[in-house]
């Protein structure tokens, strides 16, 4: 065993140097998500500035959804858990 390596064959160099790496993904993704915000932004106040008088009473807050939120939705309109459909079997015959 080299001299420097820990029991798994990685060198503490390495492992430096996967933190710098993700340390740098990371501020490139924030760098990109900062920039799609502005260019929204920008989008967003050249189609709709304005001295519209509805402005004042609208505020936009955009937000993740708790995981536990997400949980308590909703069912999508149309659909029938297996609770709610015929328990006989039948159901009504399809045209095509």
Not at 17 to 41: H, N, W
Request: with cysteine; proline share 4%; net charge positive.
């Amino acid at each position: 065993m080299k001299a420097g390596r820990q029991g798994n064959g990685i060198t503490l160099q390495d492992q430096m140097r996967k933190y710098e790496l993700i340390e740098g993904l990371q501020r490139a993704i924030d760098d990109c998500y900062r920039r799609v915000r502005r260019t929204a932004r920008q989008e967003w106040e050249s189609r709709f500035a304005g001295n519209d008088p509805s402005d004042a009473c609208i505020s936009v807050r955009i937000d993740s959804i708790p995981a536990e939120a997400s949980m308590t939705a909703l069912p999508c309109a149309g659909y029938l858990s297996k609770a709610l459909r015929p328990h006989h079997g039948q159901t009504r015959a399809r045209l095509a």
